[in-house]
Nanobody, 123 residues
Framework: QVQLAESGGGLVQPGESLRLSCVAT????????MGWLRQAPGQQREFVAA????????YYGDSVKGRFTVSRDNSKNAVYLEMRNLKSENTDVYYC????????????????WGQGTQVTVSS
């Protein structure tokens, strides 16, 4: 089992930046792809960004390419999401996620996910 704990959400104005952090605990010896999903009330989880366990490959959803950057620090069992030039449509609950198979996370079906952190972009 892997437990994921997010932090860093909050209220920002359009155009501002925010950095989300996630720390994994438990059985972290496996090589997991880690990343982020988002979900609005009543909607399916949507893929945002992910990075393979060695940091060699990063994936991004079309709507965030060029504005969001995913990174990880395996020495801290942590994954981060740097969000720049935020827009109102980025408002959502963001979930840290981990998967043994890349496509499971990209398809919104990770093995593990956290409790989520709210990101609100509003003037």
């Amino acid at each position: 089992q892997v437990q994921l704990a997010e932090s860093g959400g909050g209220l920002v104005q359009p155009g501002e930046s925010l950095r989300l952090s996630c720390v994994a605990t438990g059985n972290t010896r496996r090589a997991y792809t880690m990343g982020w999903l988002r979900q609005a009330p009543g909607q399916q989880r949507e893929f945002v960004a992910a990075q393979t366990w060695d940091g060699g490959v990063s994936y991004y959803g079309d709507s965030v390419k060029g504005r969001f950057t995913v990174s990880r620090d395996n020495s801290k069992n942590a994954v981060y999401l740097e969000m720049r030039n935020l827009k109102s449509e980025n408002t959502d609950v963001y979930y840290c996620a981990a998967a043994r198979v890349n496509t499971d996370l990209l398809n919104g079906r990770p093995d593990y996910w956290g409790q989520g952190t709210q990101v609100t972009v509003s003037s």
